[in-house]
Each structure stands twice: as structure tokens, then as C-alpha cells.
């Protein structure tokens, strides 16, 4: 098992800036990939950035240029730092973890955390 704990979240005014942090706990497998998705009142949950033990990162388009992912392997800690932020990032974001060890994946989900921006 693994406990995910997410903050960070609150509200904003557009042109701010939030900082996320996912700490991760538990049964944690050396190679994995953390990162964070959000889900908008009745759209999908999608990806937001993601990034993996060796420090390769991804990001959605839409984010690119104005969020930044990071995380502390020693504290198993994910952040995002959102800037420039806009009220369409308005969302719940969700921390997610996806570990590989040989042949076992798991894979957990946060609690989610509430991000609005006003415009």
C-alpha cells in the first residue's frame, strides 16, 4: 500500500501562482512516476505533468511554459508549482503514483486537492 497525502490547493486570482505537494508513503518502489492530474466539473480527469524517478518529466500542452514539476526522492515528495495560472486550470488535481518493481505495478491516487482561479 500506498498513502498519498496532498496541499497546497485554494483559490486564487488569475496571473497568481500555487505550489502542490504530494508526500508519498507506504510500500514505495524505487522505480516509479509521480505526477498530478485534474478533473474539471464534467470533463475527464487528464494528465497534467508527470515525473519519474530519473527525473524525466512530461507535461499536458496546455500547461507547458507556465507549470513546473519537481520532486525530492529522499522525502518520496512531488511538487507543482503553477504560475501564470488561468481560471480554466480551475479543477481538483490528483496526485498520482505508478511503481514498477520486476513484475508488480501498483498504482495509487490522491484524495484531490481543489484549485480555483478567478477571473
Known amino acids: 500500500q500506498v498513502q498519498l497525502v496532498e496541499s497546497g490547493g485554494g483559490l486564487v486570482q488569475a496571473g497568481g501562482s500555487l505550489r502542490l505537494s504530494c508526500a508519498a508513503s507506504g510500500n514505495i518502489f524505487s522505480r516509479n512516476t509521480m505526477g498530478w492530474y485534474r478533473q474539471a466539473p464534467g470533463k475527464k480527469r487528464e494528465l497534467v505533468a508527470h515525473?519519474?524517478?530519473?527525473?524525466?518529466?512530461d507535461y499536458a500542452d496546455s500547461v507547458k511554459g507556465r507549470f513546473a514539476i519537481s520532486r525530492d526522492n529522499a522525502k518520496n515528495t512531488v511538487y507543482l508549482q503553477m504560475n501564470s495560472l488561468k481560471p480554466e486550470d480551475t479543477a481538483v488535481y490528483y496526485c498520482h503514483y505508478d511503481g514498477v518493481r520486476m513484475a508488480a505495478r501498483a498504482e495509487y491516487w490522491g484524495q484531490g486537492t481543489q484549485v480555483t482561479v478567478s477571473s
Open positions: 515525473i519519474s524517478s530519473g527525473g524525466s518529466t
